[in-house]
């Protein structure tokens, strides 16, 4: 608990690792909003995935909607194979 990810770190690597997923791949991500720098991550995550082009990228956001605590974030991230 005394450790986490940081939004400044993980949206840059987020961003260098898109363009590495290969046509077809899946990228999976899990944020835990729990707690402050959580929130900001998942806030953050939310930002990059909306804005991918449908014309590439297909994003899925899963999270549990019947609990009262905030529940981890996980977001499915495929690249749309290329037309040849």
């Known amino acids: 608990k005394k450790l986490t990810t940081q939004s400044a770190t993980t949206i ?6 898109l363009p590495l997923l290969a046509p077809g791949g899946l990228l999976c991500v899990t944020a835990y909003p ?12 939310d930002t990059l995935f909306s804005n ?5 990228h297909t994003v899925h956001r899963f999270s549990t909607l019947n609990t009262t605590r905030p529940a981890p974030v996980v ?5 749309l194979p290329t037309n040849a």
């Open 12 to 17: 840059p690597a987020l961003q260098s690792a």
């Open 75 to 79: 977001y499915a991230v495929s690249r």
């Open 34 to 45: 729990g707690h402050e720098e959580g929130a900001q991550e998942t806030k953050a995550g």
């Open 52 to 56: 991918l082009s449908g014309e590439s």
